[in-house]
């Protein structure tokens, strides 16, 4: 399976205004309250250190896994049962998630059979899933029991004709 580029999404903090015709330059943002509040709490914030160095530092633990042996299996099996499988937020009846949503709508516009499995309804299956297949958000298609992506990819492939391509295959196979 090819790779794809990956576009991170801009993530706009709240109160603030963002002008559409000047997004990408950083002086088009503009503090929908008063901006000192919020900056007397961010030097506030700067100026708080740990007490001690040992205090800044983590321990991490092999045990912190949520991917259990008994979970990949469960996970692998969830992934081929069907040649399409959506993990998403909710149903496909009801999404509760626009990502999932936009997902849901190119498969039944495709007029693809798949498996929905709703992630928020087992947080370990949720967790171990992230590791499972290196992705950290929902949803995640797999298609013939390979991952094949989010929202993005998946629209960016439905867009280009790709995915019909990769279902069709699937479904032959």
Not at 61 to 68: D, F, K
Request: hydrophobic residues 40%; charged residues 20%.
């Amino acid at each position: 399976m090819a790779l794809r580029s990956v576009k991170t999404p801009t993530s706009i903090p709240p109160g603030l205004i963002v002008s559409p015709s000047i997004i990408n330059k950083p002086h088009s943002l503009r503090f929908a309250s008063k901006p000192t509040a919020s900056l007397a709490v961010r030097s506030n914030l700067i100026k708080l250190k740990p007490a001690s160095s040992r205090a800044a530092k983590f321990r991490c633990s092999a045990s912190s896994s949520a991917l259990t042996p008994q979970l990949r299996d469960t996970l692998e099996k969830l992934v081929n049962s069907e040649k399409v499988v959506l993990f998403m937020k909710g149903t496909r009846d009801f999404p509760m998630c626009g990502f999932s949503n936009t997902v849901v709508q190119i498969l039944k516009n495709l007029n693809v059979p798949f498996e929905d499995v709703n992630i928020l309804e087992n947080e370990m299956v949720r967790q171990g899933l992230k590791e499972y297949s290196s992705w950290p958000t929902f949803p995640q298609l797999y298609i013939g029991g390979e991952f094949f992506g989010g929202c993005d990819i998946t629209l960016e492939a439905f867009q280009s004709g790709e995915l019909q391509e990769v279902v069709e295959r699937a479904m032959c196979s």
